[in-house]
């Protein structure tokens, strides 16, 4: 178990980073052919020590990287810092420039990695954890490399970068029996301790989550995980996090009228199936199934009450950061709809009986819904529900307008201009024969052949969905696939981090090589894409 953050443990790292720098450079310099350099003085070679400002050092770096540090030194925190805090960053930043040639990181790595100094320049603990372990430093430059999301995700949570010194970080999968327990002796510590108010746990949540995502953002950057992997881990972790807020925010309840609520989460978009990215919101709807007899309408206030606080406990921003966005659209009725329903109801609503009936677009949104955490007695419930809409005969035609229809909608809510003269760059989510139209295309195969096929009702995902229904002759030859690849493609910008771009695409794909194939990829993946929501369109056929 790690250490609980307090006053008193900042200032015993800041202590100890100190300590532990002084170690590593006095061993550092018994390495050196015996050569000890002089007070401050440079360990590989027994000269003066690098100034940051000074034009010796800085003529040693990349022009644009010294340009930077220029600017760097210009800024009022760092014309504040002490002589051995300069001293170490330079001998950083001069690390860091040797790096692009050395162990092949990225210019623009080394920019970022200036940018992320500078709000962390007091931090001194992280600082001398770069200076004593250069594999922690190649680690880190190697991520900013990748793009502004870890950058700005480091600079928002900068305690994860210890997880850069375990090379546990590197192994391994997320594992939920695990989470848990840590969460669990962390809360039990609070409790001893007389501590265990809400903003106590609310944080411990927040750090908790922030370092197993970004245990899953170094794995994932090392190539030690697939796009599928990073996905099905991160909404494992959503779900335990869920299930740990639901019984901690449950306990500090006034009106609570039972030891554990008789609730559900029930998962829908991405978190329903299992592709969460790393910037995800969360689609969700809340249930329950509970009653007092002699006071019916109790249950509904109660767990009213609960929705809010958990809402608060999932959403509000404190000191350690924030956890998730949370979108409860998708609820029976909408956002006119109450925040949490019985069961019951959800169950009337979903099969169309009464004059309160769920229109198409929420049938597509339930076809990738699952329960995801709460009382593990109601997931068996929540399943029927979704597999008896799902198997429902349906008029393919009129649900395949319907479908399109809704897509158009969705696409005018989210166009994509063009710049600089030049025709719409490729969205990889909303644009013709992106993440959109395919997400959309399995939607209507499901409906529309789920009671013929039974085996499209099962929550497999969007790949393997694509790649059941070609294998069953719902798409042609080829097309299923191939969207499925394309699909997958796609994912990784996304999954990497929330970005749209085709340059992303490219990017990631290729690590940095720029080619002819490169830049013809995301007209690739339209295509296919494209195939895969046109499927039998042109063509007499059930599509």
């Known amino acids: 178990m790690g250490l609980i953050c307090t006053a008193d443990t900042c200032e015993l790292l800041d202590t100890l980073g100190t300590h532990r720098e002084f170690v590593a450079t006095e061993f550092d310099a018994l390495l050196h052919d015996g050569r000890t350099p002089g007070a401050g003085g440079c360990k590989s070679c027994g000269g003066p020590p690098p100034q940051l400002d000074g034009e010796a050092f800085l003529e040693r770096l990349p022009a644009a990287i010294a340009a930077r540090v220029r600017s760097f030194c210009a800024t009022p925190k760092v014309a504040v810092l002490r002589d051995e805090t300069k001293l170490r960053l330079a001998k950083l930043i001069g690390r860091a420039s040797l790096a692009i040639d050395e162990v092949d990181i990225r210019e623009d790595a080394v920019l970022r990695f200036i940018d992320w100094l500078e709000p962390l320049l007091r931090r001194e ?24 999301w870890p950058m700005r995700y480091l600079m928002r949570h900068p305690g994860v970068i210890d997880e850069l010194a375990d090379a546990r ?15 669990n002796e962390r809360h039990s510590a609070w409790k001893r301790g007389g501590q265990a108010d809400e903003e106590s746990l609310l944080d411990t949540l927040r750090r908790a989550h922030h370092a197993e995502v970004f245990r899953t953002l170094v794995r994932d950057v090392e190539g030690a995980l697939s796009v599928e992997q990073v996905a099905d881990d991160l909404s494992a972790l959503a779900d335990a996090t869920l299930d740990c807020a639901i019984r901690w925010a449950w306990q500090h309840l006034r009106q609570r009228h039972r030891d554990d609520p008789h609730f559900a989460v029930v998962a829908y978009g991405k978190l329903g199936g299992k592709e969460l990215g790393y910037g995800s919101d969360l689609d969700v709807v809340f249930l329950f199934d509970d009653a007092d007899e002699a006071d019916p309408d109790k249950a509904a206030e109660v767990y009213a ?12 921003r404190t000191a350690a950061g924030e956890l998730f966005d949370i979108d409860t659209a998708l609820r029976p009725n909408g956002n006119s709809g109450l925040l949490v329903t019985s069961i019951a109801s959800f169950e009337r609503y979903q099969a169309g009986r009464g004059s309160n009936t769920a229109w198409t677009w929420e049938h597509q ?26 198997a429902a005969p349906r008029d393919a035609a009129a649900l395949r307008e319907e479908v399109r229809t809704m897509r158009e909608r969705v696409r005018a809510a989210h166009p994509v201009p063009a710049r600089d003269g030049q025709p719409p760059p490729f969205d990889v989510k909303h644009s013709e024969g992106g993440m959109m139209d395919v997400e959309f295309a399995v939607q209507t195969l499901v409906l529309a052949h789920g009671a013929a096929h039974p085996a499209l009702r099962d929550d497999i995902g969007n790949i393997a969905l694509l790649r059941l229904a070609e294998t069953v ?7 299923g696939q191939g969207a499925a690849d394309a699909y997958r493609e796609l994912r990784r910008p996304s999954t990497a981090r929330g970005s749209t771009s085709a340059d992303a695409v490219r990017r990631r794909g290729l690590r940095h090589r720029a080619s002819r194939g490169a830049r013809a990829q995301p007209c690739r993946l339209r295509l296919r894409g494209r195939a895969a929501w046109c499927g039998r369109a042109a063509s007499p056929g059930p599509w």
Not at 169 to 183: I, K, P, S, V
Request: some cysteine; proline content about 6%.
């Open 125 to 148: 603990s992280y600082l001398a954890l770069l200076a004593e372990r250069p594999e922690v430093l190649n680690r880190l430059l190697r991520l900013l490399g990748l793009a502004r």
């Open 169 to 183: 970080a590197l192994q391994g999968r997320f594992e939920r029996a695990a989470y848990l327990r840590d969460l």
């Open 305 to 316: 009450a609960f929705v809010r606080k958990l809402i608060t406990w999932l959403t509000l």
């Open 365 to 390: 949104a339930i076809t990738r819904a699952r329960w995801c955490a709460g009382e593990p007695a109601l997931a068996p419930r929540v399943e029927a529900v979704r597999r008896a809409v799902l």
């Open 473 to 479: 002759g719902l798409l042609p030859p080829g097309v």
